[in-house]
């Protein structure tokens, strides 16, 4: 029988570069008091001997997990699994959050958490106590739910907390939604579009309303009005159809819908061409995520780009700075940009000689 081969040791790589166990273990953990050259040394018999630090000796030698947990709503997140519709917020996270975690040495895991309050404090200490995690990031709507801010502050571990502005407890840290509603709506303006509706999320998300200050506010410096414009959904794709119904149904409809979510955005679409409607000829569309489905409709929809992996990736750093005592004063923002397809285009013409609308 083959013999197994022996593991290599923080013990092997030490004795191979003739310093000490704690010479090797504040390289491993990039510690500031190494010096350059010492450092390179060290390095050098990790990558011979082919040394890969384990979580679990890293635990022992000092109060650090090397783990960082991001918490996201649980329901939500297994619908949009189980519908298999395209959304790729997940992705995104793991994308950004796991190679920043990896440039430090650390392990990033998601958790899936019930929002409902009976259940938070049980789930989340549950969570908290298998896996220690030196940082958590939470997510809307978890984010700005006292019962989980005030818990883990209780408890002393740092924390992130994307889609939130609010003072006080953790890092706060937004994805630039105002500035990413104005974009979209500026773009709309630029083609000539003087009637540009807004189908925003619920209220409940603070991100709802900051993209609808987004829109407002670029409409104010263009001299437009926003008056019975702005209708509200759930970012479904049923409250999408809803809210789009509404818009245009009327006399005065709008020549340009932004919707909050991509599957508004698409419920908008097939609202239009049920009433007859070419997109962009008559109607322009711009959704919000550009999650991957957008690509692929007809026509292709214009679409803000949510930076969810660099977000996060931003939140890893942060929450590593904050083990060394570092915390911005300041909420943190990460603008979005705007992706432009064939989904928008010029606003119709005023003597166009096809009505914009027929019964569905």
């Not at 939130?164 to 083609?191: C, F, P, V, W, Y």
């Not at 700075?321 to 911005?328: H, I, L, V, W, Y």
Request: one cysteine or more; a neutral charge; proline letters at 6%.
């Amino acid at each position: 029988m083959a013999r197994r081969r022996q593991s290599v040791t923080i013990k092997h790589v030490a004795a191979d570069a003739g310093v000490s166990l704690q010479t090797v273990s504040r390289v491993i953990n990039n510690e500031p008091n190494v010096r350059p050259a010492m450092k390179e040394r060290v390095q050098e018999s990790i990558d011979k001997l082919g040394y890969v630090p384990s979580i679990a000796a890293q635990r022992m030698s000092g109060s650090r997990s090397y783990i960082i947990m991001a918490i996201n709503d649980r329901d939500l997140t297994i619908a949009d699994w189980r519908a298999r519709e395209g959304r790729d917020w997940i992705d995104q996270m793991l994308l950004g959050g796991m190679l920043t975690c990896a440039e430090h040495g650390y392990r990033m895991l998601i958790e899936l958490v019930d929002t409902h309050n009976d259940h938070v404090e049980r789930e989340l200490g549950a969570a908290i106590a298998a896996l220690q995690p030196d940082g958590i990031i939470l997510t809307p709507p978890h984010s700005e739910n006292p019962l989980i801010t005030g818990l883990l502050a209780e408890r002393g571990i740092p924390f992130a907390r994307i889609g939130s502005k609010q003072g006080g407890l953790g890092i706060a840290m937004t994805m630039g939604d105002t500035h990413n509603a104005r974009l979209a709506t500026e773009h709309l303006i630029q083609l000539g579009h003087t009637r540009i509706g807004f189908i925003a999320g619920p209220e409940e998300f603070s991100l709802s309303n900051w993209r609808v200050d987004g829109w407002k506010s670029a409409l104010e410096a263009a001299g437009l009005s926003a008056e019975g414009l702005c209708e509200r959904g759930d970012f479904g794709f049923a409250s999408g159809s809803i809210a789009a119904e509404k818009l245009l149904r009327t006399d005065d409809a709008p020549s340009a819908i932004i919707a909050s979510s991509d599957q508004m955005a698409l419920a908008t679409l097939e609202v239009a061409r049920g009433r007859g409607l070419q997109i962009p000829r008559d109607l322009s569309i711009v959704s919000f995520d550009n999650s991957p489905i957008v690509r692929f409709t007809q026509p292709p929809l214009t679409a803000i780009d949510q930076p969810i992996a660099e977000t996060t990736s931003r939140a890893v750093e942060l929450l590593i700075e904050n083990a060394s005592g570092k915390r911005p004063a300041e909420p943190i923002s990460v603008p979005g940009k705007l992706i432009v397809r064939a989904s928008t285009g010029k606003a119709p013409s005023a003597n166009l000689s096809e009505p914009r609308t027929r019964s569905a």
